[in-house]
């Protein structure tokens, strides 16, 4: 399963390999799968690796290797597609719906179709694959070697200074959260976690010498508590930043707490 994302009636929806489709609960209190793949067209199928799904004013859209597709209603009959690629991600930001592609910049969702948004030379740049949601109005841009970007509502792009440089080094980042106070989290794919607060300063620095359970971190939310939840090769771990971690995997069941510093 390569995407997994909650939706507005307690359901999720889910992609495994070569279908989407959404994992509800029934009245047994059972948790089933329901999938779409043989309910599509041929001209989309085999599906293969479905990157993104979101739901949209009462339409599903998803991201395959190919391209962008559009579910009216989210009937499998009624399809719209956009070209796409294997770096092509779907967000749900502000209530406005955009598009990603690597070397294309983002796009927004308007009038029944894609239209440019931001299209900088710094979103047009292949080493950005990072997009996350602002706690205001806007986004972060990330690029792999760390590089950082506020785009504001109306497409400007600025760039955002911090001293996190030497704590990435050559470790790509992978995902990134917003922080209330400014900051923002940012997740690499060898040196675990950067805290950077809001005056571009790095914060933390969380790795397997201080509590994160690895290096290899993949992913990040923010909950509603103001905790960040990442994903990393040994499970899951939750970032109080107060100062704590809570780590839960499949050897401590509900986890364990330790000491950031």
Not at 112 to 127: C, I, Q, S, T, Y
Not at 176 to 201: F, K, M, N, Q, W
Request: with cysteine; proline share 4%; charged share 20%.
């Amino acid at each position: 399963v390569l995407a997994v994302t909650p939706s507005t009636n307690g359901s999720f929806l889910a992609s495994p390999v070569d279908d989407v489709g959404r994992l509800a609960k029934g009245a047994d209190g059972r948790w089933a799968f329901t999938g779409l793949a043989a309910r599509l067209p041929a001209s989309l199928k085999p599906l293969g690796y479905v990157w993104s799904i979101v739901e949209h004013d009462g339409d599903l859209f998803f991201t395959t290797n190919r391209q962008i597709v559009r579910l009216t209603g989210g009937d499998p009959a009624k399809i719209q597609t956009w070209p796409g690629s294997t770096a092509a991600r779907l967000y749900r930001f502000h209530g406005q719906l955009y598009a990603f592609d690597a070397g294309a910049g983002l796009r927004r969702y308007a009038n029944g179709d894609f239209l440019p948004f931001a299209v900088g030379p710094e979103l047009r740049d292949e080493k950005l694959r990072v997009v996350f949601e602002a706690v205001d109005r806007g986004l972060w841009c990330v690029q792999t070697d760390g590089a950082v970007f506020r785009v504001g509502d109306d497409g400007r792009t600025t760039a955002w200074p911090h001293d996190a440089a030497s704590v990435i080094g050559d470790a790509a980042v992978r995902a990134g959260a917003a922080l209330p106070d400014g900051g923002i989290v940012l997740c690499t794919g060898s040196r675990g976690v950067v805290v950077i607060g809001g005056d571009g300063h790095v914060r933390y620095h969380l790795d397997e010498s201080n509590g994160l359970e690895s290096n290899v971190v993949g992913t990040a939310l923010r909950d509603r508590e103001g905790g960040v939840w990442v994903t990393h090769t040994a499970g899951t771990s939750r970032l109080d930043l107060d100062p704590r971690v809570t780590v839960f995997d499949r050897t401590t069941g509900f986890g364990r707490t330790t000491n950031l510093l």
